[in-house]
């Protein structure tokens, strides 16, 4: 076991588990922090997408030994410190849009949608239909429309 410290929502956090444990089993299980969702620990559904130093990732795919201790994960449970609310602007479209059936899923959507469209404010433009069509997170229930719309609301108000 070797010892782990890095930011996560915020805050420094150290942990103790071998090298090779992924990011999110250490979040989950050893922090338990629950909005990062297993789905199928090989970096396809995305169901786990957070943010680490602003970008969405998966935590499923990096080990913890590959994360420093200036490094910032964030996470659903941390998305509404970053705009000092109680729920950051593309969760309130989330809601406004009706968007979640089973809501498994959920957290990494917003999460993906977040990093994109900071990604594309950061290129000087405002999201289109082709940077929605570059998130590629598996929703089982099949609210892709509802989920488009909610992307496009919050993206207006973030």
Partial sequence: MSKHTFVLNGQPVTVDVDDDVRLLWVLRD?????????GCGINVCKAC?????GKAFNPCSVRVADVKATDEVTTIEGLPGTVGADLHPMQEAWL???????????????????AKVRQVRAEGREITDSDLDEIRN?????????????????????
């Fill in 30 to 38: 050893v922090l338990g922090v629950r909005g990062p969702k297993y």
């Fill in 96 to 114: 406004e849009n009706d968007v979640a059936q089973c809501g498994y899923c959920q957290p990494g959507q917003i999460m993906a949608a977040v």
């Fill in 138 to 158: 598996v929703c089982r229930c099949g609210t892709y429309s509802r989920i488009r719309a909610a992307i496009k609301a919050g993206a207006a108000k973030m």
């Fill in 49 to 53: 997408t957070s943010h680490f130093n």
